[in-house]
């Protein structure tokens, strides 16, 4: 059994049972689980009324429980639309360092983030210190396509002489870099996306990079070596260059239109 039901604030009201897609929960006169494979989604305990239901894995983690009016939410549409609007790729960056503290800021978004079958598996590696010599690992794997991507082949100019080139091909000026790693893509490339949003809203910006991602789809387990901490099983799905924008935009930019089939 997952859940704790304290049956003195149990008011019977069904709203738990209502909302559980695994028929984890009846009513007698009070809540009860069935133990009909729960996968502690948490729906119950956010919609109990009176709080009677929590589940046994957070137990110790009560300060994360925060009580909100459903019917009040915190920023309207037309603000969030603008915010969108305004987010731009950025390549140009200033020389300061983000800090521990700033990075556990963004990392809040990635807590609430969903995940598939709510695994909750999506872990981030940021680099710093050790990013060129996770760089020089990158080429190492994706240098045997250098013929097909003239992008590497300019990277692998960089590594053997920086000298050659003003700016890093692939980092540009950037000095940190996140990796997301899980094993669902979608969990891993909504978890970034949050935290790419919380970062533009405290003054940060970045790019995604397809090339070092490549790493992986190259060859995972050579990847892998260089993140002894991360479960193997786990992929790379998402890299994030990061760092305080040295330029500042003025405008929004068209984008081609979407397609949208209704059907």
């Known amino acids: 059994m997952k859940l704790m039901i304290d049956a003195e604030e149990c008011i019977a009201c069904g709203q738990c049972k209502s909302v559980c897609i695994r028929d984890n929960i009846e009513i007698d006169e009070v809540a009860v689980e069935t133990g009909s494979n729960c996968f502690e989604c948490g729906h119950c305990m956010a919609i109990c009324p009176t709080g009677a239901v929590t589940l046994k894995i957070f137990k110790g983690h009560e300060d994360r429980i925060e009580d909100y009016n459903p019917k009040e939410l915190p920023i309207e549409y037309g603000d969030m639309l603008q915010f969108l609007k305004q987010r731009r790729s950025i390549r140009w960056f200033k020389k300061k360092k983000i800090d521990k503290y700033t990075f556990n800021k963004l990392f809040e978004g990635a807590y609430y983030s969903p995940s598939a079958q709510n695994e909750q598996d999506v872990e981030f590696v940021v680099l710093d210190k050790k990013l060129n010599d996770f760089m020089k690992h990158v080429y190492n794997i994706i240098k045997v396509e250098e013929d097909e991507f003239f992008r590497i082949k300019e990277f692998g100019d960089y590594v053997r002489d920086s000298s050659t080139k003003k700016y890093h091909p692939l980092l540009w000026t950037g000095q ?54 991360v479960d193997k099983n786990k992929h790379m799905y998402s890299a994030f260059i990061i760092g305080y924008p040295k330029k500042k935009f003025r405008r929004t930019i068209p984008h081609k239109e979407i397609k949208v089939d209704y059907l």
Do not use: C, W
């Open 176 to 229: 940190q870099l996140i990796l997301t790693f899980s094993t669902d893509k979608t969990s891993a490339v909504i978890a970034n996306t949050r935290l790419e949003l919380l970062a533009y809203s405290l003054g940060l910006g970045g790019f995604y990079s397809l090339f070092i991602l490549k790493a992986d789809e190259i060859d995972h387990e050579k990847l892998m070596e260089f993140f002894p901490n």
